[in-house]
Nanobody
Framework: QVQLVESGGGLVQPGGSLRLSCAAS????????IGWFRQAPGKEREGVSC????????YYANSVKGRFTISRDNAKSTVYLHMNSLKPEDTAVYYC????????????????????WGQGTQVTVSS
């Protein structure tokens, strides 16, 4: 049974850092593209970052480029999202998602491309 479990969210002050984890089970992480998405109250879910299944290439939304870093540890079946210089506008529920293919550089941020989703972890950036 495919399962994704996010952790690492919490309350942090502006300018602070958090590391989110996405623990995968029931499938071999190497073969899957993993995306991080977020959804703030009253807003649509948006793609934040992605790491591809084939080459391990990484992609970022413009709003987080230079501040967030995605990485994967296949041995631990875990994908991480390192978030630095956090801003209040980063406040949202963060989800990881997986799909057993590379969806393409022009589609990585499209939620409908992903098959499996975690339950989400809340990130709140506030002083």
């Amino acid at each position: 049974q495919v399962q994704l479990v996010e952790s690492g969210g919490g309350l942090v002050q502006p300018g602070g850092s958090l590391r989110l984890s996405c623990a995968a089970s029931g499938f071999t992480l190497d073969y899957y593209t993993i995306g991080w998405f977020r959804q703030a109250p009253g807003k649509e879910r948006e793609g934040v970052s992605c790491i591809s299944s084939s080459t391990g290439s990484t992609y970022y939304a413009n709003s987080v480029k230079g501040r967030f870093t995605i990485s994967r540890d296949n041995a631990k079946s875990t994908v991480y999202l390192h978030m630095n210089s956090l801003k209040p506008e980063d406040t949202a529920v963060y989800y990881c998602a997986a799909v057993r293919k590379w969806v393409g550089a022009s589609r990585w941020y499209a939620a409908q491309e992903y098959q499996y989703w975690g339950q989400g972890t809340q990130v709140t950036v506030s002083s």
